[in-house]
């Protein structure tokens, strides 16, 4: 067991270079009707008696370094989970990707937990994990959406502990290893593979087609700007760039893309700059991006939000609402994965 999550952390390692997560992985909020569900009366608290132990009776704690509260402090597992998809993904979401988003907020965590030789949070000594998103995961209590979830908090939050009830220990391993469940809010349609985007090639970190996104409100993005500035950005970021602004057509040229579909070389002047470099230059969503020139302005028309690798939360949704379940949905995005209960992997 000891070897089995030393060998994933490695792994983590590999792929991020100094163990630091992802930071643009959570959908962006948005407002969604509440759907027409039973009316809920319960108080939305966790429910006394809700079993977060193992075979032997033994509840398993994780500590959790929580931000706001700037101290170390020791809570159910489970219920770490429950906060994890608060934070991470909209509530209105369909339960089939609520569920999806808690395998993967455990598989997360579990790999951190230090009781099983897990990494723990290498910034907060002695906890195994962070409420940062930028370092660990994101992790919300029930109060810290109340402004975002306003009168359906209640509803929300009972969904969400459902969520994690009904996958209890649930956890996504390839090759007998807990997985990197990296995600994001929508791929534009298709997701990229992991060396498109970090340097390490992840066997399950494949890309595939991701359907179902276009309802998300951020699907599409564009940029408008005029030559000068469009020129003046570039000029600030790139080095030694010579580009005539009034001949920019014939000066920009998209060179090659990923297997995903984005943006992976472009020609600017006399310099190749990567799409994912362009990208944060330009302030877009996405390196899914295509260009229109007119006489006095560049479009940048983007598709998609986020890295792109893993799981699209948006199409997770959308495939949840077309019948797939979570399961379906976990092994769509992490190619050749098993979804198990993680009592099995801790004892044996
Ligand atoms: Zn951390």
């Known amino acids: 067991m000891r070897a089995l999550?030393?060998?994933?952390?490695?792994?983590?390692?590999?792929v991020y270079g100094c163990g630091s997560a992802v930071t643009q992985k959570t959908a962006e909020p948005e407002t969604v009707p509440r759907p027409n569900g039973p009316a809920e009366t319960d108080?939305?608290?966790d429910k006394a008696g809700v079993d977060h132990s193992n075979a032997d009776g033994r509840v398993l704690m994780i500590n959790v370094y929580v931000t706001k509260y700037k101290k170390i402090v020791p809570m159910p597992f489970e219920d770490y989970v429950k906060g994890v998809v608060a934070a991470e993904m909209p509530a209105a979401f369909e339960s089939e990707a609520l569920k999806a988003q808690a395998v993967?907020?455990?598989?997360?965590?579990?790999?951190?937990?230090?009781?099983?030789?897990?990494?723990?949070?290498?910034?907060?000594?002695?906890?195994?994990?962070?409420t940062?998103?930028?370092?660990?995961?994101?992790?919300?209590?029930?109060?810290?959406?109340?402004?975002?979830w306003g009168s359906n908090a209640d509803y929300y939050w009972n969904k969400i502990s459902a969520a994690v009830e009904d996958t209890k220990g649930m956890v996504a391993m390839y090759d007998d290893l807990l997985?990197?469940?990296?995600?994001?809010?929508?791929?534009?349609?298709?997701?990229?593979?992991?060396?498109?985007?970090?340097?390490?090639?992840?066997?399950?970190?494949?890309?595939?087609?991701?359907?179902?996104?276009?309802?998300?409100?951020?699907?599409?993005?564009?940029?408008?700007?005029?030559?000068?500035?469009?020129v003046s950005i570039l000029r600030k970021k790139?080095?030694?760039?010579?580009?005539?602004?009034?001949?920019?057509?014939?000066?920009?040229?998209?060179?090659?893309?990923?297997?995903?579909?984005?943006?992976?070389?472009?020609r600017i002047g006399n310099k190749t700059v990567?799409?994912?470099d362009f990208q944060a230059y330009m302030g877009l969503n996405s390196n899914n991006f295509t260009l229109k020139f007119d006489k006095k302005t560049v479009t940048i028309s983007v598709k998609g939000y986020g890295h792109g690798v893993g799981m699209s939360q948006y199409g997770a949704n959308g495939q949840a609402r077309h019948g797939s379940s979570y399961i379906d949905i976990l092994k769509h995005y992490y190619s050749g994965i098993e979804v198990t209960n993680m009592w099995w992997v801790l004892e044996n």
């Not at 999550?5 to 590999?14: A, K």
């Not at 990296?182 to 494949?206: C, M, Q």
């Not at 760039?241 to 984005?262: E, F, M, P, W, Y």
Request: charged share 25%; proline share 4%.
């Open 5 to 14: 999550i030393f060998l994933l952390i490695l792994s983590l390692l590999t």
């Open 43 to 45: 108080d939305g608290d």
């Open 104 to 130: 993967a907020a455990r598989t997360y965590a579990l790999a951190r937990l230090k009781e099983y030789a897990g990494s723990g949070c290498d910034l907060h000594s002695g906890a195994d994990i962070c």
């Open 132 to 148: 940062d998103p930028a370092h660990c995961q994101a992790y919300a209590e029930k109060q810290d959406m109340a402004a975002i």
């Open 179 to 230: 997985i990197d469940p990296v995600f994001h809010a929508i791929s534009g349609g298709r997701t990229e593979n992991s060396e498109d985007v970090w340097k390490n090639k992840i066997p399950y970190l494949r890309s595939v087609d991701s359907p179902y996104e276009e309802e998300a409100s951020k699907f599409k993005s564009s940029r408008t700007l005029s030559n000068s500035e469009f």
């Open 238 to 266: 790139v080095p030694g760039l010579k580009i005539n602004q009034n001949s920019l057509k014939a000066g920009v040229k998209i060179l090659d893309h990923t297997a995903g579909g984005r943006v992976k070389n472009i």
């Open 274 to 276: 990567s799409g994912r």
